[in-house]
């Protein structure tokens, strides 16, 4: 699928004072996920950069074919890791894009454990949930952060309370429910940097399903198994 990656760098008013994109063809290689980058700010990249894209890709797809890595999926937030660890209050039907969804609102329990990084954030969140009563499937979540979230013990990029995450999941070809848009405003101090005000979205599109075959050799022969 495509993925396009908008940041806007904001200023007090929250008005945008810089903006930034990024545009990458994205695929998965025994469940690890593989980035290409397309284009930067709607140019496509320098044949010098494109010669680069290439050989990190094929160095990613090569790795990926050794070994399954399960690292993106303890970082992952799902439903699943949120409810492990909020209070659930509210629930109700609303209508969301001509479906009905059972909607509920959530808490993070601060005194809940924790197995990874993305239940730790979870633990920090508020917000609600809004599920597809048919398919059952995330259909948007809207959250914010009730308390400073620290990455990487605080090293990496420090994120004040009141941060806003917006997900959107849509049914793609009446088939299956996938990520559309996901939005994120915040302030933070990331690294070296003062503090920063951002506003960014990810757009999800041209999804696409690949197929693949094997044929048997002419040459095979049956081996007994002991």
Known sequence: YTDIETTQYLDKANHASKTESVESEIFYVNGTLISR????DGK???????????????????????????????QEITLGKIMEVVDVRDPRREMLRGRTAIVFDFLGRKDAHAHAAA??????????????????EVAQLEAHLIDNLKVGGGLLANIQKGAVFHFEQGKINNEVWLPVVTDAWFQARIVVFSNLRLHMQENFSDYKRF???????????PVALH
């Open 211 to 221: 197929h693949t075959d094997a044929e048997q050799g002419k040459e095979a022969k």
């Open 37 to 40: 980058i397309v284009k930067k």
């Open 119 to 136: 239940e730790d954030i979870s633990k920090k969140l508020q917000g609600t949930v809004w599920i597809d009563e048919a398919d059952r």
């Open 44 to 74: 496509l990249l320098s044949a010098h950069d494109e010669k680069k894209q290439t050989e990190r890709v094929t160095k990613a797809v090569a790795e990926a074919q050794k070994t399954k890595s399960r690292k993106q999926e303890e």
